[in-house]
């Protein structure tokens, strides 16, 4: 054996392999698209990433990811109300868009299914760096979704809800948007599943036109019994805000990876970022930003919650390309660890070319405040509620800060509900 | 109402003893008044009643209605009837006022078996005691005391108070920060609260609320101990002559 000989594989990846092989003359695309895909299993085969590879040092892919669900689902899945009321929803069931969709004024939707035929998706497909596991896994076996195409100068009325749900085997699902100049919108996606074992990879991609302003909400409510490999992508263009909102309270192995660029001059990024970690499980949220043309801002604020013997990560990179000068790029991430035997890494990273630039981060990992807690006590509330409280208050500042009362007790109502069974 | 027998205290992460033998008894229906200079640990003694835990009670006992609540944790003590308006009310980002205050009283009521309150009762509690503390409501939406004034937090206090309705009042420095009117507004919250079935004890350095809020027993704490006690006269011969003159009687 020479030293470059590849190590053996494991389970979950002669597992996805053999898939690939099963499932190839199932799945929908254009040539280029297929082409695409024998790429993607190319670089599953040269083996998932290890903590050896920088992006995946405190999730080791390999080790983590150690079987691999069949990928017929266990059981027939049923759209869910919508986290805001009156939401046009889009479901996804097991991996599976739907023929029959809510009309929305100013919205044209297609199933992604046909659009991977029309010539048209393959250029996105292309991984973003060669530590792209989520995007190699998600091009090799993608098979649906939806292509949201939101009209220049439209201001929807009603949030639009991306709903993937699953009841476990794999889904693969790509959810492509594209903002039109000056449109206004709220967007949901909905990542939730329940049963057996489950795999899934979820592609989120979106190009902002200029002086669009987007509110994209992440809430992954998975069981512990999903792996869940996600990435949100988007460009921003001119004078365009973006707020992404993710809020993890689920999954056994999940990682959300956020890669933003920042394409017009006057382009505004927040990402706001809620962890609600519990049990013996495993949540990364990378983020790899990039200021890649002058005038643009961003706030990054990441709010983590830590109990049993849960682990989590927040990796967030700033690049602030040379040109990029007047960037404005702000980063905190502040855990509350609820016990001992959780933990929570922080990997802040700016990489500043540009030399008239304002950037900073911190990072804080706290316990409960016993003064704060005395406080609550010595009005009467017992010390299991005054912590409660206390643990909510700490991700609420997050949500609260959205300014939009309908989202925020939307938000606040799904944090109450993991307190009800994690509190 | 009120018994604290020979207690003695010390601070848990260092060991100093900071209370020293303290006796002080109050009865139902009576306002005390402890004075004291800065740094004789007035305000340790408030913490002590509440039940922070920051401080350990190594001799002595503090009795309630006759029963010991030195094993009592402060939410007990607080469901008991014992409340504690802070000198220095803590600032709680990120918890709803309206929420903390709808969650503290329905836990007192569940702890006396009572149905929580519904809420536009709940509403109307609060509406009216905040207009008899001449409160904004819109300050109420804002999280517990974050950005409220020093003068607004001590309100804020009184307002718990009236809104929790306890059996034994400790008031620590309510009068500080406070200007002119609102000690008035203040004192008249606190009077209306005087009963035959509650007792009331004043925390202050100066005579100027007690002017306002008039006691019927005074006490000059000093050095951890009640040095000594008397009626009203005592406050305005302490306003007129200072400590010195106390201490050294004692000394
Ligand atoms: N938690 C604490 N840690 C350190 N020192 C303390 C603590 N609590 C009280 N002290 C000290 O105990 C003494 C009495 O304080 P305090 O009770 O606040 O006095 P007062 O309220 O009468 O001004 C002071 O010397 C103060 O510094
Ligand atoms: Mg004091």
Known sequence: MNMHAQPQRTLAETALIDAFGERLSLLPGDGAVMVKRDDAIEAIKHGLPTRRVESWHYTDLRRLLTSVPAFEAGAVVKALAPVLEGSAVLPVLNGVSQMKLPEIDGVTVQRLSEKLTDGSVAPGLDPYGSDDAIGALNTAFVADGYFVDIADGAELEKPVELQNLQAGGQSH???LARVGAGAKAIVVERQAGEGDEALVSSVSQLVIGDGAE???LIVQEQPDTATHLAQFKAHIGKDAKLTLFVMNAGGRLVRQEVVVRTTGEGADFKL???????????????????????????????RNVVTGKARGVFQGRINVHQYAQKTNAKMACNTLLLSDDGEFSTKPELEIFADDVVCGHGATVTEIDHDHLFYLMARGIDEKSARGLLVKAFVAEVIEELDDEALVEALEARLDGWFSTHG | MLEIKNLHARIVDDGTEIIRGLNLSVKAGEVAAIMGPNGSGKSTLSYILAGREDYEVTEG?????????????????????IFLAFQYPMEIPGVATMEFLKVAMNEQRKARGEEPLKVPEFLKRVKEAAASLSMDMNMLKRPLNVGFSGGEKKRAEILQMKLLEPKLCVLDETDSGLDIDALKIVSDGVNALRSPDRAIVLITHYQRLLEHIVPDTVHVLYRGQVIKSGDKSLALDLEAN????????AA
């Open chain 1, 173 to 175: 699902v790509r959810l």
């Open chain 1, 214 to 216: 987007v509110t994209w």
């Open chain 1, 272 to 302: 706001r970022g809620i962890n609600l970690l519990a049990g013996d499980t495993h949540t990364d949220v990378t983020m790899v930003l990039d200021h890649a043309v002058p005038h643009t801002t961003s706030t990054e604020v990441i």
């Open chain 2, 61 to 81: 006992d503090i009795l309630y209605n006759g029963q010991s609540i030195l094993e009592m944790d402060p939410a007990e003590r607080a469901t008991a009837g």
């Open chain 2, 242 to 249: 200072g400590y010195a003159g106390v201490i050294g009687q």
